[in-house]
């Protein structure tokens, strides 16, 4: 029987025979779930509901998100997340904002991994809208060359001069988790807009 053909569960997933020219983050490496406590690669998440490779607080993977994930993620990585759960509860949808960007990205349940990696990376490849490129030369200064300087140096590699939400990030792009803060949450909802339980903040960091 293919392995791969199996129904999914939240805390299974199939994994591909050991490929020595990958690396896989150790913890990955446990085919049916996530190490047992006593097991020395263990270490407890702040967020046990989450799945432990998008944990702010857990997680190895380190996604930069200018990259399609099947360019940006390894073979290994994407083959054993892809269709896994991202909560434990598959009747959850997601919504995900951030300190570094202005937007909401909302996600149906039920939500894999993989629908997370690209959920930001289809969001972040949107063009830039002239009314948030208005407000950022109007009142930031800063963000409008972070923005003129990554895009700059994108259309260098992929030809293409029109702005992208991607470029707001400047070169702070790599997917470093997600995290739970209700008090951002809150002021970051847009009045009258119904709330998500499973909000999260998305963390970015440097290469």
């Known amino acids: 029987m293919n392995p791969a053909n ?4 939240p805390g ?3 994994h591909p025979h050991s490929d020595p020219r990958v690396f896989a983050p150790l913890y990955y490496a446990h085919p049916y779930g996530w190490p047992a406590p006593q097991d020395p690669t263990y270490m ?7 799945h432990r490779a998008l944990a702010a607080d857990t997680t190895s993977i380190r996604y930069d998100v200018r990259k399609a994930p099947h ?12 269709p896994t759960p991202a909560l434990s509860s598959l009747s959850s949808a997601i919504r995900i904002i951030s300190r570094s960007f202005p937007w909401t990205l909302d996600i149906p349940a039920p939500v894999t991994c993989a629908a997370v990696f690209d959920g930001l990376y289809k969001m972040l490849q949107e063009p830039l809208a002239d009314s948030e490129w208005g407000t950022v030369c109007i009142l930031d200064k800063s963000r409008r060359e972070t923005i003129e300087k990554a895009a700059k140096a994108r259309a260098e590699r992929d030809k293409e001069k029109k702005l992208k939400r991607v470029d707001w990030l400047g070169d ?25 339980p499973e909000t999260w903040v998305v963390k970015f960091g440097k290469s």
């Open 172 to 196: 702070v792009t790599t997917f470093k988790g997600l995290e739970k803060d209700d008090e951002f949450e809150k002021k970051r909802l847009l009045p009258e807009m119904a709330p998500c």
């Open 71 to 82: 360019d940006g993620l390894l073979l290994s990585t994407a083959a054993q997340l892809g």
């Open 12 to 14: 299974r997933w199939y």
């Open 6 to 9: 199996r129904g999914w569960a």
């Open 44 to 50: 407890q998440s702040k967020y046990p509901h989450l």
